[in-house]
């Protein structure tokens, strides 16, 4: 059975040309040229893997991003975005937010994105027991040794100083890494610097 396509692109030419790559390499494609319609064809046609651009009228793409990962019918889709939009703010937002991997246009040939398509199609979408299973992992913390240069540097970059202590309660910082349940395509765990005391995460 052939793996379905949910290409979501507002621009004609981007969608004519990834139609024809994706379906001359064995998929069915369907398409969206804006949001809402995007939205609303993951619903009805619970695709295998959606292409998402971010930049799209009605219902931006990272919108439709939100709403996939927080309906339960959609948010084991894996979500690829494909967009102009190269900045390191935009691509975090974008993966904190659910997507699976990120791609920028003009950097990746669609061979290359279809390389990027692979594993993501690989993967088995998780059941109930799965979701429980991660779910009952618990929350690691690691006490954050701001000795080296490099912690010393991020813990500067994060506004709390190179101390390695909470800038509010003088408390030594932890790196907590703990289950990301609601992302579990390839965001199964979130990571924060944290003070355990006053509850602060940076």
């Not at 990746?108 to 690989?122: D, F, G, H, Q, V």
Request: charged fraction near 30%; include cysteine.
């Amino acid at each position: 059975m052939k793996k379905k396509i949910l290409l979501v692109e507002d621009q004609a030419g981007f969608r004519k040309v990834y139609t024809d790559v994706l379906e001359n390499n064995g998929f069915e494609v369907i398409t969206a040229e804006d949001g809402e319609k995007g939205w609303n064809l993951a619903q009805s046609e619970a695709p295998d893997l959606i292409l998402l651009d971010l930049i799209l009228p009605k219902m931006t793409g990272m919108d439709v991003l939100r709403r996939i990962r927080m309906d339960q019918k959609t948010q084991n889709i894996p979500v690829l975005i494909l967009s102009v939009l190269g900045d390191k703010e935009v691509i975090a937002e974008a993966l904190s937010k659910g997507a699976n991997d990120y791609t920028i246009k003009g950097f990746y040939t669609p061979r290359e994105i279809l390389a990027k398509m692979a594993p993501l199609l690989a993967k088995a979408r998780p059941d109930q027991k799965s979701a429980v299973e991660i779910e009952s992992i618990v929350t690691r913390k690691i006490k954050f040794d701001a000795k080296t240069d490099e912690a010393k540097k991020l813990l500067v970059e994060l506004g709390v100083g190179e101390s390695g202590v909470c800038p509010v309660c003088k408390t030594a910082l932890v790196f907590e890494v703990s289950p990301d349940v609601p992302h579990v395509r390839g965001h199964w765990f979130k990571a924060a610097i944290a003070c355990e005391k006053c509850k602060e995460n940076y």
